[in-house]
């Protein structure tokens, strides 16, 4: 998903907020310590995810439903604001059979999003 979107995109959803005063994005001569911490930041605590997709967060069961139908679109940068936003990648749509976004995303040969 990261490779069909690009990295600049990838790194607009998650570096969207990134205080220059708190914290310096590393270096390719940076060791790997501070690289490793830089992206337990990012990935894991989401400390610099673009505030105005934050704005659009809603509640998780809401999230979960459009995440799937994003996921059966096809939608690359839907799924990835979901996935940012903190979807449950394991939650099963009780209103369709206990299906989970890979089931969905099978179901509609949506390759990208699986």
């Not at 001569?29 to 490793?36: H, I, V």
């Not at 439903?65 to 839907?78: I, S, Y």
């Not at 996935?83 to 995303?105: C, F, Q, R, S």
Request: charged share 25%.
């Amino acid at each position: 998903m990261v490779q069909a979107l690009g990295n600049e995109r990838v790194n607009w959803l998650y570096e969207g907020y990134v205080c220059p005063e708190a914290v310096t994005k590393p270096s390719s001569s940076s060791d790997r310590a501070c690289k490793d911490d830089y992206i337990r930041l990012k990935y894991v605590h989401r400390a610099f995810l673009n505030k105005a997709v934050l704005s659009r967060a809603k509640s998780k069961e809401e999230s979960n439903l459009q995440m799937h139908a994003a996921v059966a679109a096809d939608d690359l940068k839907q799924c990835m604001q979901h996935l940012a936003m903190g979807y449950a990648i394991e939650w099963a749509d009780p209103a369709n059979e206990l299906k989970t976004a890979l089931h969905v995303a099978a179901e509609h040969n949506a390759l990208l999003c699986a």
